[in-house]
């Protein structure tokens, strides 16, 4: 069985800094795209980042050049920087990443549980 756990969310001031992570833990095989979505109470959960096995990266907008997406692939683990948060980055973070795990031959989306993220003064 495959699971992702996050750490990393956490009650910030607006201008602050978060790092959040994500590891995969089971039997996997390999690991495709991994990326972030948030959520907002009462909205849709929106895409924040992705980034590829070969660390290519793609942002929304609204973040652009305050995020940071990065993996460590020999660990599993995905990483989102925070940097110059805004009460509007207020949201439950959730990653995802497209596992093959030993079980199955194919590739299939898993998704953390989510980690709080509020930023308020």
């Known amino acids: 069985q495959v699971q992702l756990v996050e750490s990393g969310g956490a009650l910030v001031h607006p201008g602050g800094s978060l790092r959040l992570s994500c590891e995969a833990h089971g039997d996997i095989v390999g690991i495709l795209n991994m990326g972030w979505h948030r959520q907002e109470a009462g909205k849709q959960r929106e895409m924040v980042a992705v980034i590829t096995s070969s660390g290519t990266a793609t942002y929304a907008d609204s973040v652009k050049g305050r995020f940071t997406i990065s993996r460590d692939n020999a660990k599993n683990t995905l990483y989102l920087q925070l940097n110059s948060l805004k009460p509007e980055d207020t949201a439950v973070f959730y990653c995802?990443?497209?596992?093959?795990?030993?079980?199955?031959?194919?590739?299939?989306?898993?998704w953390g549980q989510g980690t709080q993220v509020t930023v308020s003064s």
């Open positions: 995802f990443a497209l596992i093959r795990a030993g079980t199955t031959s194919n590739w299939e989306p898993y």
